[in-house]
């Protein structure tokens, strides 16, 4: 189907992205698939491994001169 093809495809493009970070010698990398609220999902996530930096992207533009910060960046920033 053409949503598991985009799946296979989002996690083979995240695993490359991840393959090119310079990550200290005992940093990791790790691409997982989650269900539910993402901005919950992500918190109980990063708490579950004791991450130390949880990273997400936003697909709007900034205001000029601003920052772009959509509604999960948001939600983390409160829960953090």
């Known amino acids: 189907s053409i949503a598991t093809r985009y799946e296979r495809g989002m996690e ?10 310079p990550l200290p010698p005992a940093g990791r990398f790790s691409v997982v698939q989650l269900e539910g609220d993402p901005a919950e999902q992500l918190i109980d996530r990063a708490a579950r491994i004791g991450a130390d ?28």
């Open 12 to 21: 083979s493009a995240l695993e490359r992205l991840g393959r090119t970070l």
């Open 53 to 80: 930096l949880v990273s997400v992207g936003v697909s709007m533009r900034p205001a000029p001169g601003g920052v772009a910060v959509g509604p999960i960046a948001s939600a983390l920033l409160r829960a953090g």
